[in-house]
């Protein structure tokens, strides 16, 4: 926990404004929020298909009793 709150406290004044073109954040920023037949373009956004297959997935955790 040491370790994690110094490295943030040293990286914090050189954190990036522009993200490199490939990065999931510089494909954010490219493309925004934009959406093809229902399909957001750019990485990092949960449709509902996907919000759908994250709450089965907890759901089957639970009936086995992993978590």
Known sequence: MIT???AEIIAAP???????EYS???QQQRLGKEKENG???APGYFE???QGLVAVFVA???W???I
């Not at 050189?14 to 490199?20: A, D, T, Y």
């Open 48 to 50: 509902k298909p996907t």
């Open 14 to 20: 050189n954190l990036k404004q522009e993200w490199h």
């Open 4 to 6: 994690i709150t110094v």
């Open 39 to 41: 399909w957001y373009l």
């Open 64 to 66: 086995v009793n992993i």
């Open 60 to 62: 089957i955790l639970f």
């Open 24 to 26: 999931v954040k510089g």
